[in-house]
């Protein structure tokens, strides 16, 4: 366990980076999911891409730190599916939300008490609802390669190349 | 038809997702990757742990330590909202509104209706995001980072679900000046 203010530390740094990014502006966000200013779209892929790679090096020095989330399928669509819908009507996530509304966004502070109120509803629906669906389906704390049979290395340059590739046809669409 | 006016990005996308991708190695190497929604069921329990301390040890999960005791991840969020704001101050970028331009461009001015919208918009965003065990950050970004099985449906079906929904709210696009363009 690593102490708490290395927590402080990474969040201060998300946080700062949410902010130079252009993720923390729910416009930037909308304008992306109706793919009319795909900045977003090319940050996120960069993102997500930046973090498989560092991540798959960080493996081979024995240095990364793994969280793998437990894949119960019908659960994470259902639930991905709802976050969605309050993603696209909001242009807010979790980490975005809390960013936004430090920047002076006020809805983005009514969406935290949303969010809040979210959570406390989830706590009280866990032991009857949430905790039955997530054992529909469910295939443990699995990855891909494990999933697959495909080894990490080749996910990695094939997600890449196929990251690479978006890339590449969204060049012309606002940057 | 007036374009609608956004705000351009400080930097460029490539900086951009670099940036945040440096910030997620880091936290791989640290602890653990970058995770967001975990604490505010965190700040739930704290609340239920004053008002139904019983209920609490009786739960099956926010009985757990990892629920009841604040720890690496409540001082993310809490390095998360400083460093946003230290960030924003610092470029100036710090502005009281209301809401964002594409929501007033199709749904007026009226605050009420966005304030509603996005109150029912978190709520749905957290509960959706903790029956999916993660959010974006969590369970997507961190998901293809770790490349976990669950980052796949999840994928698809908050995108299907945020671009349908986006589509029905926002279903005007005028031409959008503020476009960061290289």
């Known amino acids: 366990m690593s102490p708490h203010w290395t927590g402080l530390i990474v969040g201060l740094f998300f946080g700062l980076s949410l902010v130079l990014s252009g993720l923390a502006d729910p416009d930037k966000i909308i304008g992306t999911l109706r793919l009319k200013d795909l900045h977003a ?38 639930g991905g599916g709802i976050m969605g819908i309050g993603f696209g009507l909001t242009g807010y996530c979790p980490g975005t939300g809390l960013a936004c509304a430090a920047t ?45 049979g495909i080894p990490y290395a080749a996910w990695v340059l094939g997600l890449g190349g196929a990251g690479s590739f978006l890339l590449w046809a969204t060049r012309k669409k606002g940057n | ?92 970028r710090f502005k009281v509104s209301k809401a964002p331009a594409w929501w007033e461009f199709n749904q007026g001015r009226g605050r ?15 509960l959706g995001a903790r029956m999916a065990h993660g959010c974006t950050s969590g369970q997507f970004v961190s998901g293809w980072a770790q490349l976990s099985l669950s980052a796949v449906p999840f994928t698809l079906s908050l995108f299907a679900g945020a671009m349908i929904t986006a589509f029905l709210v926002y279903p005007r696009t005028p031409a959008i000046e503020g476009r960061n363009e290289s």
């Open chain 1, 41 to 78: 779209l090319r940050t996120i892929a960069v993102f997500v891409l930046t973090g498989m790679a560092g991540t798959w090096i960080l493996t081979l020095f024995g240095a990364a730190h793994f969280s793998i989330k437990p894949a119960f399928m019908v659960s994470v669509l259902i």
């Open chain 1, 104 to 148: 002076g966004r006020l809805d983005a502070l009514v969406t935290i008490l949303g969010m809040l109120a979210g959570a406390l509803v989830f706590i009280f629906l866990y032991p009857g609802l949430a905790a039955p669906l997530q054992k529909v389906w469910a295939l443990g704390k699995v990855t891909l390669p494990e999933a697959t």
């Open chain 2, 1 to 92: 038809m007036s374009g609608l006016k956004v705000r351009r990005a400080p930097l460029p996308w490539l900086a951009a997702g670099l940036l945040l991708g440096a910030v997620q190695v880091a936290a791989v190497a640290v602890h653990k990757p970058l995770g967001v929604s975990t604490q505010f069921v965190v700040a739930g329990t704290q609340v239920l742990e004053k008002a139904a301390p019983t209920y609490v040890d009786r739960h099956p999960l926010v009985s757990k330590k990892k629920y009841r005791e604040p720890g690496y991840g409540w001082w993310l969020d809490i390095g998360l909202v400083l460093g946003a704001l230290g960030a924003a101050l610092a470029i100036r």
């Open chain 2, 112 to 126: 009420g209706k966005r304030f509603l919208a996005a109150f029912g918009g978190g709520f749905l965003i957290l």
